[in-house]
T-cell receptor
Framework: GAGVSQSPRYKVAKRGQDVALRCDPI?????LFWYQQALGQGPEFLTY????????KSGLPSDRFFAERPEGSVSTLKIQRTQQEDSAVYLC??????????????FGPGTRLTVL | GDSVTQMEGPVTLSEEAFLTINCTYT??????LFWYVQYPGEGLQLLLK???ADDKGSNKGFEATYRKETTSFHLEKGSVQVSDSAVYFC???????????WGTGTKLIIKP
């Protein structure tokens, strides 16, 4: 079956531009996560949705980062006024049930954002 | 705070060699522990997991045992193949928490 998909796969932005990254989770998955992965590092948690509710946004690095999941399926991560330090791979993951620690998270291929 | 430390790579082995990738964690509670693998050009996928002390996770010939006394979750495989070449990430979730905390990843290169 279809896995988690993300688009675009690659995005180049000029400093100061706004970008929007899309995530299509596995159908029926309740939980959705966004992570940021810098080059040579492990992913870092950004935010968590349970259905349409954003239950945790503690990892968002600044108020330039905004995420939404209005209908409880597709999610968009928006970054306003991009800076060079925003360059990273942005990963989306979904899991079937609510966010208990033992629920496997299924990852998309990521969007590589480069800010010039 | 909670953290995960894993050995730096790259680790280069010959086919059929024994593999160990070390992973240790710090946690205030009782985390679940995971190994994820990222094959070239693909997304992260769960390799194995353990949810409590002394549990052994296993998959595709890989094993890891949750050792509370040494706060470790080392990944092992008895005989590696070229197809095992990938980046391996150790991760934990703090007690009753969904946030995955990740190590920095270990690149494994297997030569025929």
């Amino acid at each position: 079956g279809a896995g988690v998909s993300q688009s675009p796969r690659y995005k180049v932005a000029k400093r100061g531009q706004d970008v929007a990254l899309r995530c299509d989770p596995i159908s029926g998955h309740v939980s959705l996560f966004w992570y940021q992965q810098a080059l040579g590092q492990g992913p870092e948690f950004l935010t968590y949705f349970q259905n349409e509710a954003q239950l945790d946004k503690s990892g968002l690095p600044s108020d330039r980062f905004f995420a939404e999941r209005p209908e409880g399926s597709v999610s968009t991560l928006k970054i306003q006024r991009t800076q060079q330090e925003d360059s990273a791979v942005y990963l989306c993951a979904s899991s079937l049930a609510s966010g208990a620690s033992y629920n496997e998270q299924f990852f998309g291929p990521g969007t590589r954002l480069t800010v010039l | 705070g909670d953290s995960v430390t894993q050995m730096e790579g790259p680790v280069t082995l010959s086919e059929e060699a024994f593999l160990t990738i070390n992973c240790t964690y710090t946690a205030t509670g009782y985390p679940s522990l995971f190994w994820y693998v990222q094959y070239p050009g693909e997304g992260l996928q769960l390799l194995l997991k353990a949810t409590k002390a002394d549990d052994k996770g296993s998959n595709k010939g890989f094993e890891a045992t949750y050792r509370k006394e040494t706060t470790s979750f080392h990944l092992e495989k008895g005989s590696v193949q070229v197809s095992d070449s990938a980046v391996y990430f150790c991760a934990s979730t703090p007690n009753s928490n969904y946030q995955l905390i990740w190590g920095t990843g270990t690149k494994l290169i297997i030569k025929p």
